[in-house]
């Protein structure tokens, strides 16, 4: 409701009114942040979460986090140095819980972090995935360290009412790792920054079984046929062309997992769309131009180019009614679906995705999208008509 009270009284508010407003909205997201954390904080305290493994590659997660906290720096000049090659070893491991842990972190660096930079790298040691995030912020006293990782903790009274928060992210955070088996730690010079390090297991497959251990989704989606929906796989080494049938929904799918993609167009093969699939925001933007499209079903978490950053360009080609674009992600908390719309999304659907839920988000949006074209042409056809008549 303050969200609504400024967007629709912005210009007659005092500037005091609007400030206090502000207030009012920061203060109702922080408590909505607490509320996540009190909550994983007593299901990790209750009992140990089950975890849902599965094999993947982090340098994705890295990109799509980072890009979500470029939105959250609150003109802070701070810069990212994501520092993950693509070719790093993939993890075995709970993904949502990873980008939790990501997260955190990496919020917990910009956060105390006035300007300079926030740094990102991975190493193989000891047959783990090491993770290291540092940052040039103000440090952590050797007495903080000690406490650091508990629950409720924060590095001072002062500096936890300024940023809100129960202290909680560092030790959801260590939990979620120690769960995993690896471990986290601290290192920090105050007045210098500080640097937090994670491990995680390395997958010890080859890429052929990491491929059949990720087929097995495919089972589990709901509606399996072998449908009318055609799929193009563009990329690098392949390249089919489907035949278009008229009034036939074009839909692009964006995804860095050629799995994700399979799963994707089994969900949708009971549908009729013409569909085709691409593995990065770069080969989508090429393909863009190269026909009209109905919708854009894209990844959030992908290296070199995120959603969010794929979606930013598109709307800088097509406005939000032009070409629809649908998130798939694998965060649902309520500042990282915003960062979605505010990159300028139509809609989301949070991962593991729901085929009954995908299906309806795709074939409502393009319906819309398809109507919005049927009347720009029926008004087009008027104006000879029109002219005429003069």
């Given at each position: 409701m303050?969200?609504?009270v400024?967007?629709?009284?912005?210009?007659?508010?005092?500037?005091?009114s609007?400030?206090?407003l502000?207030t009012?909205?920061?203060?109702?997201r922080?408590?909505s942040?607490m509320?996540?954390?009190?909550?994983?904080?007593?299901s990790?305290?209750?009992?140990?979460?089950k975890?849902?493994?599965?094999?993947?590659?982090?340098?994705?997660?890295v990109?799509?986090v980072?890009?979500m906290?470029?939105?959250?720096?609150a003109?802070?000049?701070?810069?990212?140095?994501?520092?993950?090659?693509?070719n790093?070893?993939?993890?075995?491991?709970d993904e949502?819980?990873?980008i939790?842990?990501v997260?955190?972190?990496?919020h917990?660096?910009?956060k105390?972090?006035n300007e300079g930079?926030v740094?990102?790298v991975?190493h193989?040691?000891?047959?783990?995935?090491?993770?290291?995030?540092s940052?040039t912020?103000?440090?952590?006293?050797?007495?903080?360290?000690?406490?650091?990782?508990?629950?409720?903790?924060?590095g001072?009274?002062?500096k936890?009412?300024i940023?809100?928060?129960?202290?909680?992210?560092l030790?959801?955070?260590?939990r979620?790792?120690?769960?995993?088996?690896?471990?986290?730690?601290?290192?920090?010079?105050v007045g210098e920054?500080?640097?937090?390090?994670?491990?995680?297991p390395?997958?010890?497959?080859?890429?052929?079984?990491n491929?059949?251990?990720?087929?097995?989704?495919l089972?589990n989606?709901k509606?399996?046929?072998t449908?009318t929906a055609?799929?193009i796989l563009?990329?690098?080494?392949?390249?089919?062309?489907?035949i278009?049938?008229?009034?036939r929904?074009?839909v692009?799918?964006?995804?860095d997992d050629p799995?994700?993609?399979r799963?994707?167009?089994?969900?949708?093969?009971?549908?009729?769309y013409?569909?085709?699939?691409?593995?990065s925001g770069?080969k989508?933007?090429?393909?863009?131009?190269?026909?009209e499209?109905?919708?854009v079903?894209?990844?959030?978490m992908?290296?070199?180019?995120?959603?969010y950053?794929?979606?930013?360009?598109?709307?800088?080609q097509?406005?939000?009614t032009?070409?629809?674009?649908?998130?798939l992600?694998?965060?649902?908390?309520?500042?990282?679906?915003e960062n979605g719309?505010l990159?300028?999304a139509?809609?989301?659907?949070?991962?593991?995705?729901?085929?009954?839920e995908?299906?309806?988000r795709v074939?409502?949006l393009?319906?819309?999208?398809?109507?919005a074209?049927?009347?720009?042409?029926m008004?087009a056809?008027?104006?000879p008509l029109?002219?005429n008549?003069?």
């Open positions: 303050s969200k609504a400024l967007e629709r009284e912005d210009r007659v508010l005092s500037d005091k609007v400030k206090d502000e009012v909205l920061s203060v109702g922080r408590m942040l509320l996540n954390d009190l909550l994983d904080v007593m990790l305290k209750e009992n140990n979460p975890l849902n493994l599965k094999t993947f590659s982090i340098q994705p997660i990109s799509g980072l890009d906290l470029y939105v959250m720096r003109g802070k000049q701070i810069q990212f140095i994501h520092q993950i090659p693509e790093f070893p993939k993890k075995v491991a949502n819980r990873v939790q842990i997260f955190n972190l990496l917990n660096a910009v105390y972090t930079e740094t990102i991975g193989v040691k000891n047959g783990m995935a090491e993770i290291v995030i940052d912020g103000i440090g952590i006293d050797e007495d903080t360290i000690q406490r650091i990782f508990k629950p409720y903790e924060q001072t009274l002062s936890a009412m940023e809100g928060g129960f202290g909680l992210g030790s959801i955070s260590k979620l790792v120690e769960l995993h088996g690896g471990t986290l730690q601290v290192h920090s010079v920054g500080s640097e937090f390090t994670f491990t995680l390395i997958s010890d497959l080859p890429e052929e079984e491929a059949t251990e990720h087929e097995a989704l089972s989606v509606g399996e046929s449908g055609s799929a563009f990329d690098d080494r392949i390249e089919n062309h489907s278009i049938e008229a009034n929904p074009s692009l799918v964006v995804d799995v994700n993609l799963v994707i167009e089994t969900i949708l093969s009971i549908e009729k013409d569909l085709v699939t691409v593995t770069s989508a933007l090429e393909i863009l131009m190269s026909r499209w109905d919708l079903i894209s990844d959030v992908m290296p070199n180019m995120s959603g950053e794929l979606v930013r360009a598109i709307r800088q097509f406005s939000i032009e070409l629809p674009v649908l998130l992600t694998a965060r649902s908390r309520s500042q990282d679906i719309f990159s300028g139509n809609d989301y659907v949070t991962k593991p995705v729901d085929a009954l995908l299906r309806s074939k409502a393009t319906d819309v999208r398809q109507s074209q049927e009347r720009l042409r008004e056809a008027r104006f029109l002219q008549s003069y």
